[in-house]
């Protein structure tokens, strides 16, 4: 089978983020499967930029169209979405002669579909749109656009027409369907298949080394019989930091509590400022380690955090990626999102609260941290569970064509 996708942000562990096209796309060429992956050649969440043009990775065909750099949210980058989509066009003929049987509109974005569409209607292929956040309406709780706002309204057109003129729409969002019903899709045209992860990089985990400055703060703060709270990743607003320092905050005076940070990101500065002001002496923070190495380093966790601001968006699913490696490190896990019936409380793996709120946080550390270590590797063990049985790049790719070529 030959599979198209169309992915605006497409990276690769070379170049760095986002890696889901990746992740599939290498599964689905395991398979068999002959795959081409269009990608801008400039995207924000790259750490390095490919080159214009062909390139082979691992078996998978990429192609990097020319775009328009661009810094933040402004109107460079909107330029950049629609550089994308006319050279998308500008080799249809191309993309055409690949003759796929399944094109995949992937780009966050929905302006990628138009020449999706028109690929797969020359082609007979089948025309998938996967969905990694709900635009317009993203933007518009996001940014606080006015949904009369004409960028908003050809969002909202571009989203209409590819709930009704797709075949299938894969999404990460477990939720959403009620959102894209409204909007015209039918219930026997949607499926969900979640974030993931991939097995080998979680094998051989003795093998892997993390920093001295981690293993050595890491090993005195346990020869101190402490109960480490952990946090990996982006030092953001939406990760919800604050938060987890005002805990910290209120936990200060429980001497066997540490709070460990490890990351960067725009907030990390203030963050650090806070935590030196308020004296808080239980909070340390270390710089972001190599992805290949967060295996080993939440094995030094006894309690893992993940947080977000309050946002209506999480009503509809979330996948965080941060999620599924606390699950296979077999951590608790405290959640808080604004989230009904999120995968922590089904699996029963930590404990979820209430997004923002210092007080909740508070309490679900204070049970975890109050429970025996057995019963603690008893709640993560059930996260690992899951994880594994469902969550497996390998599996999910298959998931993927199973429901679209159903």
């Not at 579909?113 to 933007?139: F, M, N, Q």
């Not at 004409?150 to 959102?179: G, T, W």
């Not at 045209?189 to 990089?201: A, D, H, I, Q, W």
């Amino acid at each position: 089978m030959n599979i198209l996708m169309i992915s605006h942000y497409a990276g690769a562990p070379q170049y760095g983020m986002e890696f889901r096209s990746y992740y599939m796309a290498r599964e689905w060429v395991r398979m068999g499967h002959r795959v081409t992956v269009v990608g801008a050649a400039f995207s924000h969440l790259r750490k390095v930029q490919p080159p214009v043009g062909h390139e082979t990775l691992e078996g998978i065909n990429y192609l990097w169209l020319p775009t328009t750099h661009y810094e933040g949210n402004g109107i460079k980058r909107v330029l950049s979405m629609f550089q994308f989509c006319c050279q998308v066009y500008k080799h249809s003929r191309e993309l055409i002669d690949f003759k796929p049987d399944i094109v995949i509109a992937s780009s966050v974005y929905t302006f990628d579909l138009y020449p999706c569409h028109y690929i797969a209607r020359r082609t007979g292929a089948k025309l998938v749109y996967e969905v990694h956040d709900l635009w317009p309406l993203s933007v518009i709780t996001i940014g606080g656009y006015s949904r009369k706002h004409p960028f908003i309204l050809m969002l909202q057109h571009c989203e209409n027409y590819a709930y009704r003129h797709c075949d299938m729409v894969v999404s990460i969002l477990d939720k959403a369907f009620p959102h894209m019903q409204r909007h015209g899709l039918s219930e026997d045209r949607f499926c969900c298949v979640p974030n993931g992860y991939l097995k080998e990089e979680w094998e051989n985990i003795d093998n892997i080394s993390i920093p001295k400055e981690h293993e050595e703060l890491l090993t005195r703060l346990h020869q101190e019989g402490k109960i480490i709270v952990g946090f990996a990743g982006g030092h953001t607003q939406s990760t919800a930091m604050d938060v987890l320092l005002d805990t910290a905050g209120l936990l200060k005076e429980r001497s066997n509590l540490a709070f460990v940070l490890v990351g960067n990101g725009p907030q990390k500065a203030q963050l650090v400022t806070k935590a030196q002001s308020e004296n808080l002496s239980n909070v340390f923070f270390l710089p972001p380690i190599d992805k290949n190495c967060i295996p080993k380093l939440l094995q030094q966790f006894d309690i893992c955090y993940a947080g977000g601001i309050h946002s209506t968006l999480h009503r509809y699913g979330t996948s965080f990626n941060k999620i599924i490696d606390y699950m296979l490190a077999a951590k608790p896990i405290v959640k808080s999102v604004d989230e009904p019936g999120c995968e922590v409380e089904r699996v029963g793996c930590g404990i979820q609260v209430e997004a923002e709120n210092a007080s909740q946080v508070r309490d679900a550390i204070v049970t975890l941290a109050n429970m025996s270590e057995e019963d603690r590797k008893d709640m993560g063990a059930k996260g690992l569970k899951y994880a594994t049985e469902n969550l497996e790049y390998h599996a999910l790719s298959q998931q993927f064509i199973d429901y679209v070529m159903r």
